[in-house]
């Protein structure tokens, strides 16, 4: 059984950073792709932040990213990062970290709802202020 654990989030005002951190254990199939993605009060669908494709290391970011986060995964231990830069007000979300079935990383930010997801984290309150 595969378990994501999240830390991290929080408050912080406008242009500040957070970094995201996503633990998991369990038998993670490489082949898919693990990553981010957020929630926003209103809205019934999660949109993709950014997301790794394990089988070849390539990552993807969803247009707004526009250069400010950065995702990361540090194998020894077993931990996926998402590091956020220049917080805006419209980053404000629920953010989960998520394994999904994927021909890449861009299918898996981009894609609504198939290619299926497969284990999701807890969820971790994003709140920017501004």
């Known amino acids: 059984q595969v378990h994501l654990v999240q830390s991290g989030g929080g408050s912080v005002q406008a242009g500040g950073s957070l970094r995201l951190s996503c633990a998991y254990s369990g038998p993670i199939d490489r082949r898919h792709c693990m990553g981010w993605w957020r929630q926003t009060p209103g809205k019934t669908e999660r949109e993709g932040v950014a997301a790794i494709d394990l089988s070849n290391d390539t990552i993807a970011y969803a247009d707004f990213v526009e250069g400010r986060f950065t995702l990361s995964e540090d194998n020894g231990k077993n931990t996926l990062y998402l590091q956020m830069n220049d917080l805006k007000p419209e980053d404000t979300a629920m953010y989960y970290c998520?394994?999904?079935?994927?021909?890449?990383?861009?299918?898996?930010?981009?894609?609504?709802?198939?290619?299926?997801?497969?284990?999701w984290g807890q969820g971790t309150q994003v709140t920017v202020s501004s």
């Open positions: 998520a394994t999904r079935m994927c021909p890449s990383a861009k299918v898996a930010i981009t894609a609504p709802t198939f290619p299926e997801f497969g284990y």
